[in-house]
């Protein structure tokens, strides 16, 4: 028994995950932290922590949470009308610097 095919399996099975991730941007939060202001701010506060319970807190979440979760809004793959047009216009950058300026944010502890 030779351990070549085992070795194969790995390495087609890494590159298809490759494939499947696409490329990850790493993101320039202070770029994210100027977006913000002008698209995401009057909903989801200057920092992420909505001051209304009618939208989320973002602040202190995953970043690549956050990545995926403009992605699916851009791509229509996670339903809200309002979010689908806010993510429409964002580019990828765009996107990884939002990500990455709220995941770097501290959320609120609400108790």
């Known amino acids: 028994m030779t351990r070549e095919p085992h070795a194969m399996k790995i390495l087609i099975a890494a590159a298809a995950l490759a ?8 993101g320039d939060a202070e770029a994210g932290k ?7 701010a009057a909903c989801h506060g200057p920092d992420g922590n909505s001051p209304t319970p009618d939208f989320p807190r973002i602040a202190g979440q995953y970043e690549d949470y956050l ?26 950058a ?3 610097n939002l990500a990455a300026y709220y995941a770097k944010q501290k959320g609120l502890v609400v108790r």
């Open 34 to 40: 100027k977006k913000a202001a002008e698209v995401c």
């Open 94 to 96: 765009d996107i990884a």
């Open 19 to 26: 494939l499947i991730a696409g490329p990850a941007i790493a």
């Open 67 to 92: 990545a995926k979760a403009l992605s699916d809004y851009k791509s229509g793959k996670r339903d809200n009308p309002i979010m689908q047009g806010m993510a429409a216009p964002l580019s990828d």
